[in-house]
């Protein structure tokens, strides 16, 4: 008779344990590798990064700033004739003048003029540098022309500060006015009398002023007035601009510091402003900052009434003038840009094509 063995379960485990273990190797071990145990192929390393694009050269700036300036069809045209500059820290970098043909006035460097409002950036520089230490709450609101004196009308040329303030509704205070914008000489002409300027008539004013902000940058004041007083020429101007950017005027690092908006049409803090209602800027220590969402860039700015357009761009590298004086009859030379608007337009274009060495 025939015995048939019963097989016993997991009679040898070894065995067994080896053989799944060999089916396992044979499948890559169950991981996700190549049957038959292949290795992949390395990817391919990844291609370098682009380099950064290249900046223009000055020369290309050069080029695009001097045709834009030129121009026969843009803003600039129809401002001519004009000085025009643009420099960084060190120096100037480009200058032309532009001549009409209907106007034999030729405008340099060294052209001396009024320039109306772009006393202004003089005045809040003066301020900074005579403080010893941070401008105080008083300082901000009467420099960003939210003091509240919104009755000025101009000095008499003999006149001392205090006198000034004292003639006519100069020095008279708005309660309703306080603490909101609006442009105009009286707050800069107030704060000068409280910071103990008022005995000051005009060769006094300016050596206390160039005193501060450097005595080789020639400069005076036709009236004592702080907001629009001044005459002087592009070079000089030029060496301030240079002296904000290098930080060796304290101002220059506070630019665009606690700037207010300015355009009543979109800001209630505003009672009135000289920039055209279509464009919405604001107003820092004694400077528009030009950042309209449409047609602004963020530079630094105080045109004049009679067309002298100093800018400074947003990234604090480079200083822009425009130089000229073309007074209008009847126009009230601290209330209104006038002139300095038209050549703000010009302006901005010699700046985009300086920065993008794009002729504009």
Known sequence: MIQIRQARPFANRTALIACVLLLLQGC??????????????APPPRPPLPPPPSQPSNPQRIAAATTTAQGDTNACASIRPFYWEVGDKSSGLASGSVDSATDPTVYKADTPMAIASASKWVYAAYVAQMRPGPLTTEDIKF??????????????????????????????YHPANDGMFSYGGGHMQKHASLIGLGPLRNDGLAAEVRAKIGNDIALLYTQPQLAGGLFTTASDYALFLRRLLGNQLRLGAMLGANAVCT?????????????PATESWNYSLGHWVEVDPLVGDGAFSSAGAFGFYPWIDASKTWYGIVARKQATAG??????????????QCGRLIRKAWVTATVQ
Do not use: M
């Not at 890559?28 to 192929?41: D, F, H, K, Q, R």
């Not at 919104?150 to 303030?165: A, I, K, M, R």
């Not at 126009?331 to 703000?344: F, K």
């Open 331 to 344: 126009q009230d030379t601290d209330q209104n840009l006038g002139e300095g608007y038209r050549s703000t």
């Open 143 to 172: 420099l960003t022309f939210r003091s509240g004196y919104t009755s000025f009308n101009g000095c008499l040329q003999g006149q001392s500060v205090d006198e000034c303030v004292a003639f006519a509704d100069n020095g008279l």
């Open 263 to 275: 355009n009543p049409g979109t800001c209630a803090q505003a009672r009135n402003t000289p920039v």
């Open 28 to 41: 890559g071990g169950g991981g996700g590798g190549n049957s038959g145990g292949a290795t992949l192929p």
